[in-house]
């Protein structure tokens, strides 16, 4: 795993978030790399313990098309394994987007998105929390503490709850 860690590192340089929507390399295969129904990330079978190389792999993740997650670097694409939503948002907070009021949402990999019409909330099936719609076809889960802080934030109305953000309304129910 160390020498595609380095490689990957290598081929990324210091970019925040890699241009994905720009790579379009050859499938190089499948990798036993597989995010399971809780947001843990697996290596042949073996938890993926350390935080930077889950962070790393989470900023390389796509899901295309043919409804399959792949790992992107310029030069390689490897086909991975997940079973719902392969990150997870840790924390919620409030902030403001160009003079908007706003919900800030810290995903798994460390990056901070504000819940709008770009990054939308969704409301996951069967009643088990809620979503957020990120770049390159990935969803990011909320985690049960970030899910109760936003409860706080609810509001109503005559059609029922909603989370206000970025100027957009997302309908709870």
């Given at each position: 795993?160390?020498?595609?860690?380095?490689?990957?590192?290598?081929?990324?340089?210091?970019?925040?978030?890699?241009?994905?929507?720009?790579?379009?390399?050859?499938?190089?295969?499948?990798?036993?790399?597989?995010?399971?129904?809780?947001?843990?990330?697996?290596h042949?079978?073996?938890?993926?313990?350390?935080?930077?190389?889950?962070?790393?792999?989470?900023?390389?993740?796509?899901?295309?098309?043919?409804?399959?997650?792949?790992?992107?670097?310029?030069?390689?694409k490897?086909?991975i394994?997940?079973?719902?939503?392969?990150?997870?948002?840790?924390?919620?907070?409030?902030?403001?987007?160009?003079?908007?009021?706003?919900?800030?949402?810290?995903?798994?990999?460390?990056v901070?998105?504000?819940?709008?019409?770009?990054?939308?909330?969704?409301?996951?099936?069967?009643?088990?929390?809620?979503?957020?719609?990120?770049?390159?076809?990935?969803?990011?889960?909320?985690?049960?503490?970030?899910?109760?802080?936003?409860?706080?934030?609810?509001?109503?109305?005559?059609?029922?709850?909603?989370?206000?953000?970025?100027?957009?309304?997302?309908?709870?129910?």
């Amino acid at each position: 795993m160390s020498d595609f860690y380095q490689r990957i590192e290598g081929q990324l340089g210091s970019e925040t978030l890699p241009p994905l929507d720009r790579w379009s390399p050859d499938l190089s295969g499948d990798i036993d790399i597989r995010i399971d129904s809780q947001g843990r990330w697996f290596h042949e079978g073996r938890p993926i313990e350390r935080a930077s190389l889950v962070a790393l792999f989470a900023r390389i993740l796509r899901r295309e098309a043919d409804g399959h997650y792949y790992l992107l670097t310029p030069y390689e694409k490897w086909r991975i394994l997940v079973e719902e939503h392969p990150l997870r948002i840790i924390a919620v907070e409030q902030g403001a987007d160009e003079g908007s009021q706003c919900i800030v949402v810290v995903a798994n990999n460390g990056v901070r998105y504000a819940v709008s019409s770009k990054y939308p909330m969704c409301l996951c099936p069967n009643d088990e929390g809620a979503f957020v719609q990120l770049d390159h076809g990935i969803t990011a889960k909320l985690e049960r503490p970030a899910w109760y802080q936003l409860c706080e934030w609810v509001q109503s109305d005559d059609q029922g709850l909603y989370l206000a953000s970025a100027g957009d309304v997302f309908r709870l129910s």
